[in-house]
C-alpha cells in the first residue's frame, strides 16, 4: 500500500505544492487501500490533482472519461508544460492516423483522456483493455445522474464499459453534493459501496442576492447599472441566445465595459477567442448561455449574474462557483422578473419531450435538422432501451424539472437568508 509520506514527497517534487487542499489526500488514501470513490469538491478545489498524482505515484494508466474535448485539452497541455509528456486525448478533431497511432502505443501512456462514446468504441475499448488501466477516472461525474444539472445520456454507457474493462479501480469527481446525485452516480456506475470523500460547498467569500423586479425595462436598466458599478471581470447569464447577444451589445453601449456574447449559435473559432481574451482580460464582461463555464479556470471573476433563472439549484450553484475562486470578495446576483418561471417552464417543455412525441421519434431516424429531442431518443434507443423505459424516464424527469423549479422559486422569494437556504439545501 502507499504511504502518506509517498504522496507527499511526489506532490512536492513533481507538483510543487506544499501542503493538500482539503480532501485531496482522504482521496488519494482512500484509492490507495483499493475502494473505489466518489469525491465531491467544490470547483477549484483540485480535483485533477488527485488522479494525476496517483498516476505519478503508481506508474499505471489513469484512463479519464471527460465530457468536453475543451477540458481533455487544456488537462493534456498543463501536464505537458509540467514535464509530463506521457499524456494524451483522443478525440473526434484527430486525424485518422493520429488517433491510430495513440490507440497503438497506450502502454506508453501514463494519462489517457476520452469521451463516453469514444471510450465505447470496440478498438478503443479492447485497447484501453489490453493495457490494463490502474485507474477509471470519471471526471464531472454528475453527468451521468438525470438529477445532475448537466445530464449526458452517453455517460449512461459508463457503468457497462467499467465492467467489461475488468471493473478498473474508479475514482468518480464532481461538485454537485445533493444525496440524490450522489446516490445516482453509484447506482449508474453500479457502485454502491463506493467510498465519499465529501468538503462542505460553502464558498463564504461570494455574496449571494436576489433582486426582483416587476417590469422587465426596470431590470435592463438595473443591469446596466450593477454593470457600471460592480468590479470586473464578471460573466451574466442567460437563457436565451438572442437576449444575450443584445444584452452585450446594450451593455457596450451603455457602460464603458469590453463585453462580449457566448453561446452555442457562435462557430468554434469565435467561442475560442472570446473564451481567450476573457482570460487576459481583454473582456471585462461576458454575456453567456450556460455554454459557457464548465473548464473555465479563471480565478478573479469578480461577479456572476443571472439575467434568467438558471436551471436548478445544482446549476445555480455550479455557475455562480466561478467567481472568486481566489478567495477574494465576489458577487453573485439572480436578477428576477415576475412571470421568468414561464420561461424556464417553456425551455423544460422543449428539451423533455412527451409521450406522443417519443413514440414518433422512436420509429423515425433523426435528420440533420431534428430537434435535440429526437437524437437523444434515438440514442436511448441504439443502447437497447424500450420505448415504454424512455417514457417512463421522460415522466420522472418532467416531475423533477417541476420540482427543480419549485426549489428555485423557494430560493427567491425567501425573505430569510439565502446562504442558510443553501447550505439547508445541499
Ligand atoms: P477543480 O477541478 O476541482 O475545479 P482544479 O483541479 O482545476 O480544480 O484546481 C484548481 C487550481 O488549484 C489549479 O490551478 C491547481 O494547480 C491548484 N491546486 C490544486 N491542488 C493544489 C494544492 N495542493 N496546493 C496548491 N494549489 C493546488
Same mark, same amino acid.
Request: glycine fraction near 4%; hydrophobic fraction near 40%; charged fraction near 25%.
Given at each position: 500500500m502507499i504511504s502518506n509520506d509517498q504522496f507527499y514527497q511526489t506532490l512536492r517534487l513533481r507538483f510543487g505544492f506544499d501542503s493538500f487542499r482539503p480532501g485531496q489526500l482522504e482521496a488519494l488514501t482512500s484509492l490507495a487501500s483499493g475502494q473505489n470513490t466518489l469525491a465531491v469538491l467544490p470547483t477549484g478545489a483540485g480535483k485533477t490533482l488527485i488522479y494525476e498524482l496517483y498516476g505519478a505515484v503508481t506508474h499505471q494508466l489513469v484512463l479519464v472519461v471527460s465530457p468536453l474535448i475543451s477540458l481533455m485539452q487544456d488537462q493534456v497541455i498543463s501536464l505537458n508544460v509540467r514535464g509530463e509528456k506521457r499524456a494524451a486525448a483522443l478525440t473526434s478533431q484527430m486525424s485518422r492516423s493520429e488517433h491510430q497511432w495513440v490507440v497503438n502505443h497506450l502502454k506508453f501512456y501514463r494519462y489517457l483522456f476520452v469521451s463516453p462514446e469514444m471510450l465505447s468504441q470496440p478498438q478503443v475499448l479492447a485497447a484501453v483493455k489490453a493495457v490494463k488501466p490502474g485507474l477509471l477516472v470519471v471526471d464531472e461525474a454528475h453527468c451521468i445522474s438525470t438529477w445532475g444539472p448537466d445530464f449526458r445520456p452517453e455517460y449512461l454507457l459508463l457503468g457497462q464499459i467499467r465492467h467489461q474493462l475488468g471493473d478498473p479501480?474508479? =475514482?468518480?469527481?464532481?461538485?454537485?453534493?445533493?444525496?440524490?446525485?450522489?446516490?445516482?452516480?453509484? $447506482?449508474?456506475? &453500479?457502485? *454502491?459501496? +463506493?467510498?465519499?470523500?465529501?468538503?462542505?460547498?460553502?464558498?463564504?467569500?461570494?455574496?449571494?442576492?436576489?433582486?426582483?423586479?416587476?417590469?422587465?425595462?426596470?431590470?435592463?436598466?438595473?443591469?446596466?447599472?450593477?454593470?457600471?458599478?460592480?468590479?470586473?471581470?464578471?460573466?451574466?447569464?442567460?437563457?436565451?441566445?438572442?437576449?444575450?447577444?443584445?444584452?452585450?451589445?446594450?451593455?457596450?453601449?451603455?457602460?464603458?465595459?469590453?463585453?462580449?456574447?457566448?453561446?452555442?449559435?457562435?462557430?468554434?473559432?469565435?467561442?475560442?477567442?472570446?473564451?481567450?481574451?476573457?482570460?487576459?482580460?481583454?473582456?471585462?464582461?461576458?454575456?453567456?448561455?450556460?455554454?459557457?463555464?464548465?473548464?473555465?479556470?479563471?480565478?478573479?471573476?469578480?461577479?456572476?449574474?443571472?439575467?434568467? =433563472?438558471?436551471?436548478?439549484?445544482?446549476?445555480?450553484?455550479?455557475?455562480?462557483?466561478?467567481?472568486? $475562486?481566489?478567495? &477574494?470578495? *465576489?458577487? +453573485?446576483?439572480?436578477?428576477?422578473?415576475?412571470?421568468?418561471?414561464?420561461?424556464?417552464?417553456?425551455?423544460?417543455?422543449?428539451?423533455?419531450?412527451?409521450?406522443?412525441?417519443?413514440?414518433?421519434?422512436?420509429?423515425?431516424?433523426?435528420?440533420?435538422?431534428?430537434?435535440?429531442?429526437?437524437?437523444?431518443?434515438?440514442?436511448?434507443?441504439?443502447?437497447?432501451?424500450?420505448?415504454?423505459?424512455?417514457?417512463?424516464?421522460?415522466?420522472?424527469?418532467?416531475?423533477?424539472?417541476?420540482?427543480?423549479?419549485?426549489?428555485?422559486?423557494?430560493?427567491?422569494?425567501?425573505?430569510?437568508?439565502k446562504r442558510a437556504f443553501i447550505q439547508g439545501y445541499f
Open positions: 479501480l474508479t =475514482l468518480m469527481t464532481t461538485a454537485t453534493a445533493t444525496n440524490r446525485v450522489k446516490a445516482d452516480i453509484k $447506482r449508474k456506475m &453500479q457502485l *454502491s459501496k +463506493a467510498a465519499e470523500i465529501i468538503q462542505p460547498v460553502d464558498r463564504p467569500n461570494i455574496f449571494l442576492d436576489v433582486e426582483r423586479f416587476e417590469a422587465a425595462d426596470d431590470k435592463d436598466a438595473r443591469l446596466v447599472e450593477l454593470v457600471s458599478e460592480l468590479r470586473t471581470p464578471g460573466v451574466i447569464y442567460f437563457s436565451s441566445k438572442k437576449k444575450a447577444n443584445e444584452m452585450a451589445e446594450l451593455l457596450n453601449a451603455k457602460t464603458s465595459c469590453r463585453v462580449a456574447a457566448y453561446h452555442a449559435d457562435l462557430d468554434a473559432e469565435t467561442r475560442f477567442k472570446v473564451q481567450q481574451q476573457f482570460m487576459q482580460d481583454q473582456l471585462d464582461v461576458i454575456c453567456a448561455t450556460s455554454a459557457f463555464g464548465m473548464g473555465i479556470d479563471k480565478n478573479n471573476i469578480r461577479f456572476v449574474i443571472h439575467y434568467h =433563472l438558471p436551471g436548478d439549484l445544482e446549476s445555480y450553484w455550479q455557475e455562480i462557483g466561478r467567481a472568486g $475562486r481566489d478567495g &477574494q470578495q *465576489s458577487v +453573485a446576483i439572480l436578477l428576477y422578473l415576475s412571470g421568468d418561471e414561464q420561461l424556464s417552464q417553456f425551455l423544460s417543455d422543449a428539451t423533455v419531450p412527451q409521450d406522443d412525441e417519443i413514440s414518433y421519434y422512436f420509429k423515425h431516424q433523426p435528420q440533420e435538422n431534428s430537434a435535440e429531442k429526437a437524437n437523444l431518443i434515438w440514442f436511448y434507443k441504439q443502447h437497447g432501451y424500450r420505448e415504454e423505459q424512455i417514457k417512463l424516464a421522460f415522466t420522472k424527469r418532467r416531475e423533477q424539472r417541476a420540482l427543480a423549479l419549485s426549489q428555485l422559486m423557494t430560493y427567491v422569494r425567501i425573505p430569510t437568508c
